[in-house]
């Protein structure tokens, strides 16, 4: 099983803030780093290291898949940067600062953000089941979405689709 770094997320809510606090702690911010955190927090949702490398869908420059897996390395070990894994596939990363919990369907790897409330429902029901304090950050909570269910949660599929798939 991966494990997650247990290093605290450093609050960086931009690029320019993570770029900061790298020099702060004695570190270049060379162009491949500059590329990996500009596509992080340029994108709305966690990316993949080849994702990076191929310029994020026309966010950055295309870029190293080497350097960009160096970077993320050492970005996350500093606790600028997380990574998650949605379902089958490769991992994926986004900026620590945000402690999004997510939900990922197992089909076509759309992700949502789990609305706080909910997150805490399932944690609450969980806990008192078996005891475990779940988290949803590195794993998370993996089912179907809408448009692969069948439309079965309540939304047209069309919108419960493009609703998951831009998180």
């Known amino acids: 099983m991966s494990v997650p770094h247990l290093t605290p997320a450093v609050e960086a809510p931009t690029a320019a803030a993570a770029a900061r606090t790298l020099r702060g702690r004695g570190l270049r911010l060379s162009a491949a780093r500059r590329l990996v955190l500009s596509a992080l927090f340029a994108s709305g949702r966690p990316l993949s290291a080849e994702e990076i490398a191929s310029g994020a869908g026309g966010l950055v420059p295309p870029g190293d898949l080497a350097s960009v897996y160096r970077n993320l390395e050492t970005l996350?070990?500093?606790g600028v940067v997380r990574h998650m894994h949605l379902g089958h596939g490769p991992g994926r990363y986004a900026p620590a600062a945000r402690q999004d919990e997510l939900a990922a369907c197992e089909r076509c790897g759309a992700c949502a953000?789990?609305?706080?409330?909910?997150?805490?429902?399932?944690?609450?029901l969980v806990r008192a089941a078996v005891g475990f304090e779940p988290r949803f950050h590195h794993f998370p909570l993996a089912g179907l979405c809408p448009g692969c269910a069948g439309g079965r949660s309540g939304l047209s599929t069309d919108e419960g689709t493009h609703h998951a798939r831009t998180r």
């Open 113 to 124: 953000v789990l609305p706080a409330e909910t997150a805490g429902a399932v944690r609450a």
């Open 76 to 78: 996350e070990a500093l």
